[in-house]
């Protein structure tokens, strides 16, 4: 009988989440396991931390003939099914995406993904991490917190429609996955979900000291600069915005207004990999007013020791606590959209409560987000999926 063989310490990032992949695929090497990356030439390059030892199909090239385009859909399928079953854990960051399925395109929405199917019958053990609250909750659930403020708010609302793309996506992860993965702040009632400590950074190049180099520093200023970033793929569209940013804008601008010495470091569209030389630079980061938790600015924020402005839902913070009863509070100044004008305020009038929030902020990256911590914990419970 036919048995393939492969070291049990072997895994496979599909679709990279942000910088965490990259510190986990090294953090897990340094432990003896074979560990890759896998990154579709479709996934945007503004969001790649690095370039270097990616595990890709052959770049798709423009083809009219038709036979020549089928197998030119097939590449990424090929580069799967030739070294897919060398892994024994494959880590899919988002809902597994087409071009993973054999000729993405001529099968229907229903049909369930193939690829899912070969990777059971090779033995793989799956693991999907959500990227977004629809991969999470469903739409039903999510537009009835805050009053649907989120949801309302948010330029991704025609494409997580609950029938058509949200319960299908909950079935198929139900189906094929053996663990979905949670950082602590969302409850959901979808997916069976471990709680791990997963989101990760280098504490190395992310720190309070980084050497800025000359061609991101700015000039010197004795004017505190305020840090919001924004990506516009699609969060900010016909008027939506999921981040709070005019609200942000507005309580900047009133500031000033008001006599303060402040500058606006308003960001878009940042590479990922340059982002922190910027990050370095401002005196205080505003995440977001609106989501409900932090995201990877604020994660980049804290282990700079800067100190961040940002919304946390009630619910998911005593949710928090409950995984992590290690914490009893969190180095966040929390900000509606209502009350960004007063945290901004309280933090551009007070340096000494400045230096101590940054400072705990540091402390709070130092316990939370080592990937030499996290990847060992990490490294647990993949051995332990039978």
């Known amino acids: 009988m036919f048995r393939i063989v492969r070291s049990r310490k072997s895994v496979l990032f599909i679709r990279p989440d942000y910088h965490c992949s990259f510190f986990y695929r090294d953090a897990l090497r340094r432990l003896g396991w074979k560990a ?6 479709g996934y945007p390059a503004h969001l790649l931390f690095s370039t270097e030892d990616l595990k890709r199909p052959h770049r798709p090239k423009s083809i009219s003939n038709p036979i020549g385009k089928f197998l030119n859909l097939l590449q990424p399928t090929l580069w799967y099914m030739l070294h897919g079953w060398r892994y024994e854990f494959h880590v899919y960051y988002g809902r597994p995406p087409e071009w993973l399925n ?7 929405k229903g049909t369930p993904n193939l690829s899912l199917r070969i990777a059971k019958i090779w033995g793989c ?3 999907f991490l959500p990227s977004g609250c629809h991969e999470e909750l469903s739409q039903r659930e999510f537009s009835q917190l805050d009053g649907g403020a989120v949801c309302g ?3 991704f609302w025609d494409r997580c429609d609950d029938p058509g793309v949200n319960l299908p996506h909950f079935e198929r992860v139900r189906k094929f996955f053996d663990m979905t993965i949670g950082a602590g702040s969302t ?3 979808e997916l069976p979900t471990t709680h791990i400590k997963w989101k990760s950074i280098n504490l190395s190049l992310w720190n309070p000291n980084l050497l800025i180099p000359e061609a991101h520093r700015m000039e010197k200023s004795s004017n505190l600069r305020i840090l919001h970033s924004f990506s516009s793929n699609g969060r900010d569209f016909e008027g939506r ?3 709070g940013s005019p609200f942000i804008r507005e309580a900047v601008e009133r500031l000033i207004d008001e006599g303060h010495p402040i500058e606006f470091m308003y960001l878009t569209d940042i590479p990922s990999n340059q982002m922190r030389f910027y990050q370095a630079q401002a005196d205080i980061v505003v995440e977001q007013l609106r989501y409900g938790w932090w995201g990877s600015t604020g994660v980049e924020a804290m282990a700079l020791g800067k100190p961040v402005v940002c919304y946390l839902r009630l619910t998911w913070k005593e949710f928090f606590f409950d995984n992590f009863p290690e914490y009893e509070s969190l180095p966040i100044i929390e900000a509606t959209v209502d009350t960004i004008y007063d945290s901004l305020k309280l933090l551009v009038e007070n340096e000494d409560l400045r230096v101590r929030i940054g400072g705990e902020a540091r402390t709070f990256a130092e316990r939370h987000f080592d990937p030499k911590v996290n990847a060992l914990s990490f490294e647990q419970y993949l051995l332990d999926i039978h």
């Open 36 to 41: 890759d990356i896998y990154v579709p030439w």
């Open 102 to 108: 054999f000729a993405p395109g001529l099968f229907s």
């Open 125 to 127: 053990k799956l693991v």
């Open 153 to 155: 708010n948010c330029g």
């Open 187 to 189: 409850p959901t009632t």
């Open 241 to 243: 915005n999921i981040k």
